[in-house]
């Protein structure tokens, strides 16, 4: 499938590589509008990026499989990150996992059939106040999660709804 | 003189010098993996682990503070230090495995580590005998294996490009291969891919690792990872010769050394020449290894009614000398050639000037564009400086042509002229050829007489490059009439050594029948009544073209022995070594 | 303001202010007024020198973990030479346990601006760059909108305030590696590469960014900078414990009633954060351990924490750091073994494979960990992982290796009964 950017991708891209001396530094931004614009940055995507900063492909490659944040291949409509380390474990986070590979029918890494989800375990995203928690496709953080908390984010997204930015007040200090 | 004390010994240095680099040409060791001197040093496999310590100064006297037996204070680094990165300093004290328990216990721990998801495979690995993890797991490794757990599994047998394979699970991910495309070629094609112990060198999706200079990653490669396509499977290296010689490819004259076994060119690597190559070489300088094997001419080739047969050494000499004589001498032409040695145009060229004909004629062998400015040139011949710098005249492809026609019998040593385009069968015809010639082409298909000559493998000889600097080469397989055991100058290697006639792997089948160009010529000289052609070997004929000819004068074998190759004063060097 | 007294500590960096993320309520609340300060003050400050060693007095101690006093680092900046040179923000937060720059830059993102700028200055810094870990999509976006805003303020710019000294500031969204947290790592990713820990030296004070000077801060530890300007050294001196002075944000996790972010000084007692300023321990349990600075830092068991303070005296004295102050809390049912396990594989996750002790290593460290997780392991498993954190320790590049290290050799120490009950009672060793 040949990719290609639109001409605001471009623009933004230019933009990008206006904040830095060399033209590499603008690799992993302009990873990004690439994941944003087609969803992942198969090896096409990579290749169209490496073209379009004039940059050898195999760097752009090693850059992109060196973060785990940018998507090798197609992923599920939505990607469920449920964070399991330290303390997301310490609170339930494998629940959490668990009940999401019960309740979609896939193992972690997997995604359904009907390509609306993607499983995965990951690691810190620093949340660890407001464990377990998880991340939805690179963004919206769901934080505190119980497990009909769970049922309820994947039953909105399946209709379209994706959870709000949930501002977590700063706690009040009990004592004054 | 600032000083440095190695394991208790003191030594003086001067200017900036790296530690590892400098231990190594004292002729010591600490092992290592990533590091290599022609490139960047990243310091990733952690093996040459040191202790180092800095003596410490007064800051108002500027003197060395002394305990109370006299000796310096020293201040040691709170962790051991790779020695590949760490800079010399005066007063610095190092002490290596030698002569500390912690660094060689440092040094066994990272081995233990690099060989946990290291295959183990040395049994059916090409690296096998000339692996620095193999060598150093021995001298340097720890002696069992407490990994009970599972290895990391990774790709095998990927076909990198069209002359390099990648083993991933072999690789101990030291970059050095990363590097040289980065740092050296400059092609950019490999990369690391991944992340922590799944990490290994490819390139990006759907790419050829087609680089020019692919090979030199094989070399480069401390491990089995990286094999060459061609070579991988066809000889343990122990089983091999191996010789030093000069890539006669092109004009660059790269330093390698030829890997014989039972006769029989397997491989070529770059030699580290400084001046020259450094440690490279370009791939296509090693596919040459055929040459010396296939497609040779063996014994003497005469045409009888149109059809060339196998003739006899005396034949073929009696022939040369009958139509010499029978023709008149403005009607003979000989033609020299920049892919022959200094020694082979010299002879061709003493022979004309003592019996009268006109000096040999050479054509230089170009193609526009080929060079890349580092080890690949557009002049195809490793000589045609030499040609030069003898004397003989340097003509155009059209002259030459011109030059043939009008002659009547025709010498040409060693230049296919009818295969480069230069002339057509329909030239040549009506006249009497002789070609003395190593390997069958279309030009020696028509010469009327084939002698065959000794090659580049198989005989000492030397060639001028394109900057102007002379080296020769090292006879690596024998002839029917040489003998390794009886040659000084040709490399013994195991099987030599201890191989017999009743081994299977040791034959007479791969020695071409063929001379060197100074026997023939002493041979077809005393056909015309010369004795100026007496010499014993090639080294005889450069002593002679030293004491004669002035551009060379001061060259010998020893002299190019000794100082890798010789600049000649004569030619400017055309490119800037880097 | 003593750390016994934190009960009447008046928050700096995160007070609670309705919409202090906004300029202008940043600036009704003094905000820019130290940026102010140092570029036209001369009275104050005369010089940039000045305003390091301020900032050197106050003794800042770098709160991305390696605590080292951020006036000091300052300092090594060599000379203005009139070429580009970086101020390079680490936003990368991702040790397991810590989650505290992030309240910056949604609560107050301002007074993080201001310290850079402040420091820019201070170093004669051209352009600055904040990497935030590319999790952080939401902050990311709060960040570039809050250097919009200062940027339309003039703060950031051309001959800011007149005072002729000019600076850019620009985000740099990481994109998922942990490793990138290490200066040097951070740098390699700013670069567009990947991100392998350069070697050291040349150190980026010399050669940094693009090969230029370049100096590498928290987010936390910047964002002080500005109340240290206001209220002097002397001020945040006296803030908290004496060698580790100043306000620390804690950011408290797992089996606590109230987790979250607390602005206190810092040396506040460890079981008073957990029983009085975290709410107590979760559903009535007793306290088991308390990781008090990110997952790297030693395991601490509760019967050790009395009297012990979150500062990095009284830390040492129970063989653990002070690290990012991110203090995880467990409880007594938790199964030391697969929290110590959950770490492991955390570490073997995130190793950049640049190193050969710490590509191999943690992957070792893991794989042992998970035998004796699932009842395989033998006691001498034990003594292997302690042997292979030995030989990790101190012999790579960056301290990622010994990160993986500490806990290992820490948690097994302190637990070692619940580590060889779980191991394969058949094969116990011999006395």
Known sequence: MAYEFTKEDLQEIEKIKAKYPEVKAATLPALWVAQNRFGHVDENVQKLVANTLDLPESHVHGVATFYTQYYKEEKGKYVLDVCTCLSCQLCGGYDILEHLEKNLGIKKGETTEDGMFTLNEVECLGACGYAPMMQITNDQYVNNLTTEKVDKVVEDLKNGKVPEYEQIEMPLRNVK | ?578 | MSSADWKNYEPVLIPQIRDLHKIDVYEKNGGYSALKTVLTAKDKFPDQKSVIEEVKAANIRGRGGAGFNAGLKWSFMPPADGGPRYLACNGDESEPGTFKDRKIFEYNPHVFIEGALIAAYAMQITTIYVYIRGEYRAYIQMMEKAIQDAYDKGYIGKDIFGSGYSVDFHVHSGAGAYICGEETSMLESLEGKRGYPRVKPPFPAQKGLWGRPTTINNIETLAHVPSVINRGAEWFKGVGAENHPGPILYGISGHVNRPGVYELPSGVPVLDLVHEVAGGMRNGKKLKAVIPGGSSTPVVRADQLDGITMDSDSLREVGTMMGTAGMVIMDEDTDMVDMLWRITHFYHHESCGQCTPCREGTGWLEKVMLKIKNGEGEVKDLDLLLDITTQMEGRTICALADAAAWPVRHTITRFRDEFEARCKKSVHAVA
């Open chain 2, 1 to 578: 003189m600032p000083e440095v004390f190695i394991d208790g010994e003191r030594y003086i240095y001067e200017g900036e010098q790296r530690l590892l680099q400098f231990i190594q040409d004292l002729g010591k060791e600490v092992p290592f993996f990533c590091y290599h001197p022609s490139m960047s040093a990243p310091a990733n496999c952690r093996q040459c682990m040191v202790k180092v310590g800095q003596p410490i100064k007064d800051r108002e006297t500027g003197e060395y503070e002394v305990d109370e037996n006299g000796d310096r204070v020293i201040r040691w680094f709170p962790k051991l230090q790779t020695a590949c990165n760490m800079m010399i300093s005066d007063g610095m004290v190092v002490h290596t495995q030698e002569t500390d328990e912690l660094v060689s216990r440092a040094q066994k721990d990272n081995l233990e580590f690099i060989l946990i998801n290291h295959p183990l495979d040395c049994p059916i690995c090409d690296q096998a005998g000339e692996c620095p993890l193999q060598i150093q797991t021995y001298k340097y490794g720890p002696e069992g294996s407490r990994f009970e757990v599972k290895k990391v599994h990774k790709p095998k047998r990927v076909q990198l490009g069209p002359r390099v394979i990648l083993d991933a699970e072999r690789c101990i991910n030291c970059t050095r291969c990363v590097r040289f495309t980065d740092e050296i070629s400059k092609t950019h094609q490999l990369t690391i891919t991944s992340r922590g112990d799944k990490n290994y060198p490819i390139t990006a999706p759907n790419t050829e690792f087609d680089d020019p200079y692919s090979l030199n990653t094989v070399d480069l490669c401390p491990v089995g990872a990286l094999t060459s396509a061609d070579f991988r499977f066809k000889a343990r290296v122990w089983e091999m010769n191996q010789t030093p010689s000069i890539d006669i490819t092109n004009a660059k004259g790269c330093n390698i050394d030829l890997w014989t076994r039972d006769n029989l060119v397997l491989r070529v690597t770059p030699r580290f020449n400084e001046d020259v190559n450094d440690h490279w070489m370009p791939d296509e300088g090693r596919e040459a290894y055929r040459i010396f094997n296939e497609n040779r001419i063996s014994r003497p080739k005469q045409k009888l009614d149109n059809e060339q047969v196998q003739s006899s050494w005396n034949n073929a000499f009696a022939t040369i000398s009958e139509q010499l004589e029978e023709a008149e001498k403005s009607d003979v032409l000989f033609v020299a050639s920049p892919h022959a040695s200094v020694e082979e145009n010299y002879l061709f060229s003493k022979f004309a000037s003592l019996t009268g004909y006109r000096t040999p004629l050479f054509t230089p062998h170009i193609e526009e564009g080929k060079g890349d400015g580092f080890l690949i040139t557009d002049d195809l011949a490793p000589n045609t400086n030499g040609c030069r710098l003898l004397g003989l005249e340097e003509k155009s492809a059209s002259e030459i042509a011109k030059a043939v026609k009008k002659a009547t019998v025709v010498i040409l040593l060693g230049d296919h002229l009818v295969d480069r385009g230069i002339l057509t069968s329909e030239d040549l015809k009506e006249k009497f050829v002789a070609a003395f010639a190593t390997n069958n082409s279309e030009t020696t298909k028509i010469a009327d007489l084939v002698v065959p000559i000794t090659t580049a493998a198989e005989h000492a000889a030397s060639y001028v490059n394109i900057d102007g600097r002379i080296q020769r080469t090292f006879p690596a397989k024998e002839t029917k009439y040489t003998n390794r055991r009886l040659d000084f100058e040709m490399s013994e290697g195991r099987l030599d050594r201890y191989g017999t006639s009743f081994d299977n792997w040791v034959t007479d089948n791969n020695k071409v029948d063929c001379l060197p160009m100074w026997e023939i010529m002493r041979r077809v000289a005393e056909q015309a009544g010369l004795e100026e052609f007496q010499y014993g070997s090639g080294r005889e004929v450069m002593e002679e073209i030293a004491s004669i000819s002035e551009p060379f004068n001061g060259v010998s074998y020893e002299a190019m022995d000794e100082q890798s190759g010789i600049q000649l004063d004569s030619i400017k060097p055309t490119t800037v070594q880097s």
